[in-house]
C-alpha cells in the first residue's frame, strides 16, 4: 500500500467552479502535510501546508486535513485558468524525507 | 527567492551510455535530494544527501548512483543508461530543520533510446 494515495482525475471544470482535491495517507503517526502544483514543464512548487488537522486559508485555497478519517483535501474557490496544473499532496516520513501522491490534474475551462 | 538549477532541460542518450544530471542549489541547503516522474507512479525518491559527501539510497536507487562533493552541487549518475530510465529527472533541496518544504528544479527530461 502506497503512504499517500491521490485522487487521480483527470478533472475538468468550468471557470467559476469550487474545486476538490483530495489524498488519503495510510500512516496515523504522519502530522505535517503539504500540497505542491506543478505547471505543465516546471518543477513543483510549495502551494500549501498544515500541520495535524484542521483548515488552513490562504485566499481561494483552503487545505483541510482529518486525522480522524487520514484525509486531506485542498479546495479552491472560484477556480481559474491559471489555476489548471498538476496538484501534488505530500507528507514527510521518516528522517525527514517527502512521499508524494501521484497527482491531479486540473483543467478550468475559460 | 531559492533557485535550483538542473543542467538540462532535455537530454537523449543510448543505451549503455553513463549519463550525468547535474542540480545546483544557491541557498546554502543542506539536503538534496533526486526524484523520477513517471505518469501513474508520481514522484520516487532515488537518492538523497543530508550534507556534503553524505548519501542514502532512496525507494528506487537500482541503476542510479550520486555524487556530492560541494554543498551546492548534487550529481546523479546512470552508469549504463536503459530504456527504462527514460523519464522526468527532478533535483529538489531544503534545509535541514524540521519540515522545511522542498524547492524544485525544472526536471531534465531523459529519453535513452
Known amino acids: 500500500q502506497k503512504e499517500v494515495e491521490q485522487d487521480p482525475g483527470p478533472l475538468s471544470v468550468p471557470e467559476g467552479a469550487i474545486v476538490s482535491l483530495n489524498c488519503t495517507y495510510s500512516n496515523s503517526a504522519f502530522q505535517y502535510f503539504m500540497w505542491y502544483r506543478q505547471y505543465s514543464r516546471k518543477g513543483p512548487e510549495l502551494l500549501m501546508y498544515?500541520?495535524?488537522?484542521g483548515n488552513k486559508e490562504d485566499g481561494r485555497f483552503t487545505a483541510q486535513v482529518d486525522k480522524s478519517s487520514k484525509y486531506i483535501s485542498l479546495f479552491i474557490r472560484d477556480s481559474q485558468p491559471s489555476d489548471s496544473a498538476t496538484y501534488l499532496c505530500?507528507?514527510?516520513?521518516?528522517?525527514?524525507?517527502?512521499?508524494f501522491g501521484d497527482g491531479t490534474t486540473l483543467t478550468v475551462k475559460p | 527567492d531559492v533557485k535550483v538549477t538542473q543542467s538540462s532541460r532535455y537530454l537523449v542518450k543510448r543505451t549503455g551510455e553513463k549519463v550525468f544530471l547535474e542540480c545546483v542549489q544557491d541557498?546554502?541547503?543542506?539536503?538534496m535530494f533526486w526524484y523520477r516522474q513517471d505518469p501513474g507512479l508520481g514522484l520516487r525518491l532515488i537518492y538523497f544527501s543530508y550534507d556534503v559527501k553524505m548519501k542514502e539510497k532512496g525507494d528506487i536507487p537500482e541503476g542510479y548512483s550520486v555524487s556530492r562533493e560541494k554543498k551546492e552541487r548534487f550529481s546523479l549518475i546512470l552508469e549504463s543508461a536503459s530504456t527504462n530510465q527514460t523519464s522526468m529527472y527532478l533535483c529538489?533541496?531544503?534545509?535541514?530543520?524540521?519540515?522545511?518544504?522542498?524547492?524544485f528544479g525544472n526536471g531534465t527530461r531523459l529519453t535513452v533510446t
Open positions: 498544515t500541520y495535524s488537522s
Open positions: 541557498m546554502d541547503h543542506e539536503n
Open positions: 529538489a533541496s531544503r534545509p535541514s530543520r524540521e519540515y522545511s518544504p522542498l524547492h
Open positions: 505530500a507528507t514527510y516520513t521518516n528522517a525527514g524525507k517527502s512521499t
